[in-house]
């Protein structure tokens, strides 16, 4: 079965750190994968996609996750947080030339500490 | 990549009452989405909206409470009927292009 696996529901780091938010996913042909970032009271904004070539994307707001298929994760990285990063995080994977639909992860929310 | 937009953003409603949502795309997109997001929680589909004909339900969503319309290949509504308190929640429209654009969401509150 498809789905996505946000192992953290909350994060806190501090100004300045670096930051990774951990997805695994389970998919039966090559995923097409997302982050979206939901700050309160907003939509969703997507960060970053990866459809296939470089398995390093980089998305907005100085993210970039890397795709490993060996691991089956999607994990979101950024060097320093701001912020205004906090926020929910979600993890979606898809196929965007298909009929599939995209399956969220529940979620991280990313609280920083000032 | 597609911007999208929702009316109202946010409502208060009385029990037993139905709201509309309008969904209006910048683009002509083909497939339109409406998701539910309950309160702390990720999102959940309710049906894919299909240009010219009935929209597909997801399991657990009925055409009765969610009736959906998409009149054209920019705009679709979503009316949330009869409405009890567990109803409350955001409810978000998607667009998919390249990749799936979501608009800003109506906030929903049902006393």
């Known amino acids: 079965a498809q789905s996505v696996t946000q192992p953290d529901i909350h994060i806190t780091v501090s100004e300045g750190a670096s930051l990774e938010l951990r997805c695994n996913y389970s998919?039966?042909?090559?995923?097409?994968l997302f982050w979206y970032v939901q700050s309160p009271g907003q939509g969703l904004q997507l960060l970053l996609k990866?459809?296939?070539?470089?398995?390093l994307v980089q998305g907005i707001k100085g993210f970039e996750a890397e795709f490993k298929r060996s691991q089956s994760s999607f994990n979101l990285r950024k060097p320093s947080v701001h912020w205004s990063d906090a926020a929910e995080y979600f993890c979606?994977?898809?196929?965007?030339?298909?009929?599939?639909?995209?399956?969220f992860g529940k979620g991280t929310r990313l609280h920083i500490l000032p | 990549s597609a911007v999208i937009s929702q009316k109202p953003s946010r409502d208060i409603c009385q029990r037993g009452t139905s709201l509309t949502i309008q969904c209006q795309v910048d683009?002509?997109?083909?497939?339109m989405f409406w998701y539910r997001q309950q309160p702390g929680q990720s999102l959940t589909l309710i049906a894919t909206?299909?240009?010219?004909?009935?929209?597909?339900?997801e399991s657990g969503f009925v055409i009765d409470k969610f009736p959906i319309s998409r009149p054209n290949l920019t705009f679709s509504t979503l009316t949330v009927s009869n409405m009890s308190p567990e109803d409350s929640s955001i409810y978000l429209c998607?667009?998919?292009?390249?990749?799936?654009?979501f608009g800003p969401g109506t906030r929903l509150t049902v006393l």
């Open positions: 683009s002509q997109v083909t497939m």
């Open positions: 998919y039966g042909a090559t995923p097409y």
């Open positions: 909206a299909n240009q010219g004909s009935e929209a597909t339900y």
């Open positions: 979606a994977v898809g196929h965007m030339n298909r009929d599939d639909k995209i399956i």
């Open positions: 998607s667009a998919r292009e390249d990749t799936q654009y």
């Open positions: 990866y459809f296939s070539g470089d398995t």
